[in-house]
Each structure stands twice: as structure tokens, then as C-alpha cells.
């Protein structure tokens, strides 16, 4: 039995010791923790895992079979419809988003993206302490997100939840601003079922799965996961890159004179630094996988970050190298039919928010004392205050 809690206060300081201390035993491990769940941490059981989804369900319909419990621990009480179903169903969904996210149209996105990086950089003011995160990574993520959902970006504040823009507090009320954020996006939604355009919105509430529409209530669960579900975990990579580059100075050269090179110390961030430290799976019959036996009705949490700690994939893993040749192997993303459909989106975007702050601003400073973490929400880590003197 491990101490693995993925709700602890302390988690995101101690997964990479709790995770190790578990493949110490073998791929797969037990938590007693939220009523007792496995913990796979071996790369190569999370892969098959993520590739068995008749077995290892994502499933969020307690309803329809009460095992049917999600992808969260405990399960989200707002159920994210294309990453808590399973095929062939999910697979018809992600056929609605995935022609926004074709090469073709990650080509095309990277002048959008430069220009909002472009506008952040010029925004920031070399005579006091900026915020990073606040002023730079959120906004950027935010408006080549939005722009690309179909979000008017001159409104980009009021669709992201106040604390990602400094307006929280100790009495914050997290599920009151997420209902606030839901109601502008079902307006939009309403909208859009008027008069279509040409966007992720207007492809969702056009679209048909399995031979039906999508009522509101599903093309909000999916915009829910587009909007307020990839803001903090790009911004993640960002700010988490930012700071690995401030401590080692020495790299900036050969960074910005090779792009194949930030690329893939881009890859490496995001192994390193996962933004989405895991996910569940809910196991439909009884299976033996990495030595253990698994029983039907129990669940599963797949650690996306300790798999990329796996000394059987990723050499010296717990050392950054931002020349690693399989980077790029990492599971941050998830892997098999449940893989983001925005990993390249956010590939692009970190490369580029990276290099913008490095060309423009290579003699900022990072003011370690003032980080903040993130606020967890869910399987999601990084940092909500990054404080940096620019000149």
C-alpha cells in the first residue's frame, strides 16, 4: 500500500517520491486513499491501459451502470462529455472538433498565435514586477483559444475564471464563477444555433453523434473542457518553462539559434513539468495487468506523470534535458483514443510564448520567493503567480 493521495494538499510537491515508491513494487500500485484505487506508474501499463477502453471505461454515467464513474477521483460533478465517454460514441464526437485541429490548421494558427504573443509582450512594462502568468501565458493561451472556439477575444477576461486574472481571494467560490462562466458560454451556444459561423461553436451545435444532435447541456461539457480546461494547462507549460530557463541561462543561446532545439525542450517541459498529472479509468471485468489483479468495479488512476519518470523509457528521468531524443514520448497529453486534441496547439504555443520572452526579454529574472502554485482543479498542476523583474 502506498501513500499516493491525489486530493492531498501536499501532492503536487510529492508525486515524483510517492510515484517512485510504487515502482519500487512494480508497475502498479494501491492507494487507500477516497475509498481505495490502483495507481499505475509503469509506462508501458499505462499505454495498454489507455488503448483498452472496453475494459478501462471512461465512462462518467453512474445512471446508466453506477461503476461508470469518470475520469476524476472523486468523480467531477460536471461530467466532461468527449473525455468521460467511450467509443464508438467518443470517437464520433472528436470527429466534430478534430478539423480545427488538423497540420493544416496548426500551420495556419501560428501567425494568430505570434500575434497575440507579439500584443502580451508589448504590454508588459519593464519598470515594475509582472506577473507571467497573469500577463503573459494566460492571455496568450486565452486568446489563440478563444479565437480559435469562436469566443469574441476583446472579452477574453470574462470568459476565464476571475482567479486565473488575479480577482480570487480566501473566500473565492470556485463553483459560483464556474457557473457564471457557463452561462456566458450557453448564451454563445444559443447564439450560435441562430446564426452559424464558422468555429468550433457552430460545429458542435450543427454537428450529429450516432444519428443525434447535441442538446446544450453537451456542447457546454465540451466547450467547458476547451475553455476552461486548456487555459491552465498550457499556461502551465509556459510559466513552468519559464522558470527551468531562468535558472539556467546558460541554454538561452543555443535555444534561440536552434528552433528544432526549443522544440523539443518544449517536449521535455512538458514531460517534466506535467500540467495533467493523471486521469482514471473505471474497470468494467476482472483483469491481471502488471502483476496485479484487478477487479470489476474497482478503479484505476493512470499517472501520466509518473509514467514519464519511467527509467525504463526515459533515461536519468528525473533530470531535464532539453536535448532528450524521446521527449516527445511523453503521456502528459494522455495517449490511445483519449489523446488531447490540442497537444500540437499547445506544443506551438509553448515554443513560441518561449522564444518570445527570450528574444525580447533575455535578462528577465524570476523572483523564486513570490511562486505560487496553481490552485489544483482536478488532475491539473501548475502556477498561478510567476513574478519577474523584465530588464
Request: net charge negative.
Amino acid at each position: 500500500m502506498s501513500q499516493f493521495d491525489l486530493n492531498a494538499e501536499d501532492h503536487l510537491d510529492r508525486w515524483v517520491e510517492q510515484t517512485d515508491a510504487i515502482r519500487v513494487e512494480g508497475p502498479i500500485g494501491w492507494s487507500d486513499a477516497d475509498g481505495g484505487y490502483w495507481v499505475a506508474v509503469g509506462y508501458d501499463c499505462v499505454v495498454e491501459i489507455t488503448k483498452n477502453w472496453e475494459v478501462f471505461s471512461c465512462s462518467n454515467d453512474q445512471a446508466r451502470d453506477p461503476r461508470a464513474r469518470g475520469i476524476g477521483i472523486p468523480p467531477f460533478a460536471f461530467p466532461m462529455l468527449l473525455s468521460e465517454s467511450d467509443p464508438p460514441r467518443q470517437t464520433k464526437l472528436r470527429l466534430l472538433e478534430i478539423p480545427f485541429f488538423q497540420p493544416s490548421k496548426m500551420k495556419a494558427q501560428m501567425p494568430i498565435v505570434q500575434g497575440h504573443i507579439d500584443a502580451c509582450l508589448a504590454a508588459l512594462d519593464q519598470g515594475r514586477e509582472v506577473d507571467l502568468f497573469r500577463e503573459y501565458a494566460m492571455p496568450v493561451v486565452a486568446l489563440t483559444t478563444m479565437a480559435l472556439v469562436g469566443i469574441d477575444i476583446s472579452q477574453w477576461q470574462a470568459f476565464t475564471l476571475k482567479s486565473f486574472h488575479g480577482e480570487g481571494g480566501p473566500d473565492f467560490d470556485l463553483n459560483s464563477d464556474t457557473n457564471r462562466v457557463h452561462q456566458m458560454l450557453l448564451d454563445l451556444i444559443s447564439e450560435r444555433r441562430a446564426a452559424p459561423e464558422s468555429d468550433i461553436v457552430s460545429a458542435l451545435v450543427q454537428g450529429t453523434v450516432l444519428g443525434e444532435g447535441l442538446d446544450d447541456g453537451e456542447v457546454l461539457s465540451m466547450l467547458h473542457a476547451l475553455v476552461l480546461g486548456g487555459f491552465d494547462t498550457t499556461a502551465g507549460l509556459i510559466t513552468s518553462g519559464l522558470i527551468w530557463l531562468d535558472e539556467h541561462r546558460e541554454d538561452h543561446d543555443r535555444l534561440r539559434a536552434d528552433d528544432a532545439l526549443l522544440a523539443n525542450a518544449v517536449h521535455e517541459f512538458i514531460r517534466f513539468y506535467p500540467s495533467v498529472v493523471g486521469g482514471a479509468r473505471n474497470i468494467m471485468r476482472d483483469i491481471e495487468i502488471g502483476g496485479r489483479k484487478l477487479r470489476d468495479g474497482d478503479r484505476i488512476y493512470l499517472s501520466w506523470a509518473g509514467a514519464n519518470r519511467d527509467p525504463a523509457v526515459f533515461e536519468a528521468p528525473h533530470e531535464l534535458r532539453i536535448d532528450r531524443p524521446n521527449a516527445d514520448r511523453n503521456l502528459t497529453f494522455g495517449h490511445g483514443p483519449h489523446r488531447c486534441l490540442g497537444l500540437e496547439l499547445a506544443r506551438i504555443t509553448g515554443r513560441l510564448a518561449l522564444r518570445g520572452i527570450l528574444d525580447r526579454y533575455p535578462e528577465y529574472r524570476i523572483r523564486r520567493e513570490g511562486l505560487v502554485r496553481h490552485r489544483a482543479h482536478g488532475q491539473v498542476a501548475g502556477w498561478s503567480c510567476v513574478p519577474a523583474n523584465l530588464a
